[in-house]
């Protein structure tokens, strides 16, 4: 059965420029959940989605937003680039209370 | 304060040791509590999940909850060079499928 899967595995932005990172969740897991990984935070919850709607939100700018499509696959958005949205981005796909984390997408910002 | 406190380490033992890996937390909503293993470079993978107060076991690890304590355990036996990783011990309250409050990891590394 394969994982979840996050695309592309690193990137490299300028400070102004938008990214758009991408998320497939094990199949069959309709709830998809996004955080942001760094040294000085730790892991933080961004949102999560659950059939296309956002369920939940945690506390980042509205510069951060996502969606979910009817397969389930969500794409996280960030725009407007700054140099502290350097991390690593990862996706988690849950069917139940379990949550099932992607190898993460690297973001660097310059 | 931070809802969850976990001791950073780094932690440094010698293969075969017992490893004791401890987290605290203030909110008493949290119902479900996880340990993550997370590899450099990696994803957290998922070790252990648990919902009511004491011991659950699987292979070498055991996890403990104490919510009177609020107080979370993860015992490693026989480690080995093989489980050096961050571990991060996470939890949520019953309202939330999803929403994870994780802990701010602590570094282990098992000697040969």
């Known amino acids: 059965k394969a994982g979840v899967t996050q695309t592309p595995r690193y990137l490299i932005k300028t400070r102004g420029q938008q990214v758009t990172l991408s998320c497939s969740p094990i199949?069959?897991?309709?709830?998809v959940s996004w955080y942001q990984q760094t040294p000085g935070q730790g892991l933080q919850f961004l949102f999560e989605?659950?059939?296309?709607?956002?369920?939940n939100k945690g506390n980042f700018p509205g510069r951060f937003s996502g969606r979910q499509f009817s397969n389930s696959r969500s794409e996280m958005n960030v725009s407007t680039l700054e140099l502290g949205d350097s991390a690593l981005y990862l996706c988690?796909?849950?069917?139940?209370?379990?949550?099932?984390f992607g190898q993460g997408t690297r973001l660097t910002v310059v | 304060q931070k809802e969850v406190e976990q001791d950073p380490g780094p932690l440094s033992v010698p293969e075969g040791a017992i490893v004791s890996l401890n987290c605290t937390y203030s909110?008493?909503?949290?119902?479900?509590f996880m340990w993550y293993r997370q590899y450099s470079r990696k994803g957290p993978e998922l070790l252990m999940y648990?919902?009511?107060?004491g011991n659950k076991e699987d292979g070498r690890f055991t996890a403990q909850v104490d919510k009177s304590s609020k107080y979370i355990s993860l015992f490693i036996r026989d480690s080995q060079p093989s489980d050096s990783a961050t571990y991060l011990c996470?939890?949520?309250?019953?309202?939330?499928?999803?929403?994870?409050?994780f802990g701010s990891g602590t570094r282990l590394s098992i000697r040969p």
């Open positions: 648990t919902y009511s107060s």
């Open positions: 909110n008493s909503a949290f119902q479900y």
């Open positions: 199949s069959g897991h309709r709830s």
């Open positions: 996470a939890m949520k309250d019953s309202s939330s499928a999803s929403k994870i409050i």
């Open positions: 988690a796909s849950s069917l139940g209370r379990e949550a099932f």
């Open positions: 989605y659950f059939s296309e709607t956002q369920r």
